[in-house]
């Protein structure tokens, strides 16, 4: 099996993990930063907005099941791309809307999806696209925070919605439970 990797930011990694972990195709999801010019930050740099980090997830996934476009749908779906450096509650450039990417296809593809996008609302499109330098993963607790932490109210009131929209709406790409 040969896998591709996507890195998205559309706020809060914990719902953007969360949606994207849904998905069938999707070998693995990882919290973590980029876009920054600090190495090796931590959640609590990041937030300071002293790194240049945005929160992001690195997605790992198999091609053969799910194309990057499909995935490049549900993180348009599941955040605001015309919101400027905060998503929802949380306000900072560490939740600005990003993607990053990993070739010129993924360039081409990106920004082909987001001209399209555009149509579709009132305000601009304000998603970055640059390509990625580095990835640092964000610590262990960040990590399957959703699924680790279900009574969690911040997940309740923001990620439990992202992927009941995945769920309903991308109802074709969600992994199926065997």
Known sequence: MTTETATF?????????????????VRAVTSGYAGGHVENPTYREVCSESTGHAEVVQVEYDPGEIEYDELLAVFFATHDPTQLNRQGPDVGTQYRSIVLYHDDEQRRQ?????????????????????????????????QDYYEK??????????????????RAKFAELVEQEA
């Open 110 to 142: 990106t920004e082909a999806y987001i001209e399209a996008l555009a149509t579709e609302y009132d305000d601009e499109v304000v998603t970055e696209v640059v390509p990625l330098e580095t990835f640092y993963p964000a610590e262990e607790h960040h």
């Open 9 to 25: 930011g559309g706020g809060c990694f914990w719902c953007t993990e969360a949606a994207m972990k849904e998905l069938g195709g």
């Open 149 to 166: 932490n279900p009574n969690d109210a911040y997940c309740n009131f923001h990620a439990a919605p992202k992927v009941e929209k995945v």
